[in-house]
């Protein structure tokens, strides 16, 4: 069965500091892979989405993440984060025939302080 | 602005009574799925559903919970009897359902709180 591991359930980082948020899939077929965002009080909106296209892959509000087989992992990053990055990060796979179907990481709480 | 609307968002109550919670999905999306976040379990799938039917249930506690679509714009969690350990934020997410590879849409969360 698919699953996705998300590496560290809190990331701490000053601001204009690098963000790199893990996560290692687990998957027989080749695999769709998102990142969702959570703000507080709010539901999930996308980040971005691999879909066996570029295996780089960019989003919105700066993040980009890149898919490696070899290592199973789709790691998200930024070059330099903002107060507004402060969040909860989810990884999610989906596979071929499954209508949206989503499973999610347990998530990575980020937090960004000055 | 589309968007997938919950209801209630706040809900209180005690062990034992039914909840309902409720959910419009983006019109035009066919499928909708029902999500439980916990600080313990995470995000889980309770349920989903294609064109109103349902696809997958094995989720959701058969005995107290069950998934319905009524009709395309509305669909419905049920609790009943409810019980402590069921407190979570429920979130309905729709999507066009064309391929393994498209958006969910999040509504807001409907937080249960049973005492």
């Known amino acids: 069965a698919q699953s996705v591991t998300q590496l560290g359930s809190h990331v701490s980082v000053s601001e204009g500091a690098l963000v790199l948020l893990r996560c290692n899939y687990s998957s027989s077929v080749p695999p769709y892979l998102f990142w969702y965002v959570q703000y507080p009080n709010q539901g999930l909106q996308l980040l971005l989405k691999y879909t066996s296209a570029a295996t780089l892959v960019k989003g919105i509000n700066g993040f980009e993440a890149e898919f490696k087989k070899s290592e199973t992992s789709f790691h998200l990053t930024k070059p330099s984060a903002h107060m507004s990055d402060a969040a909860e990060y989810f990884c999610a796979v989906s596979l071929s025939g499954g209508y949206n179907k989503l499973i999610f990481g347990a998530g990575t709480r980020l937090a960004v302080h000055p | 602005d589309a968007r997938v609307t919950q209801t209630p968002r706040h809900k209180v109550t005690e062990m034992g009574q039914e909840v309902t919670m409720r959910c419009q999905p983006i019109?035009?999306?066919?499928?909708v799925f029902w999500y439980r976040q916990t600080m313990m379990q995470g995000l889980e799938l309770l349920a989903y559903f294609r064109n109103r039917a349902p696809l997958d249930d094995s989720g959701m506690p058969k005995d107290r919970f069950s998934a319905e679509m009524p009709d395309a714009t509305l669909a419905t969690l049920k609790i009943q009897p409810s019980e402590p350990r069921d407190s979570a934020v429920y979130f309905c997410?729709?999507?066009?359902?064309?391929?393994?590879?498209?958006?969910?849409?999040f509504g807001e969360g409907s937080r249960l709180t049973v005492l």
């Open positions: 997410a729709s999507g066009l359902g064309q391929s393994a590879t498209g958006e969910l849409f």
């Open positions: 019109l035009g999306h066919n499928t």
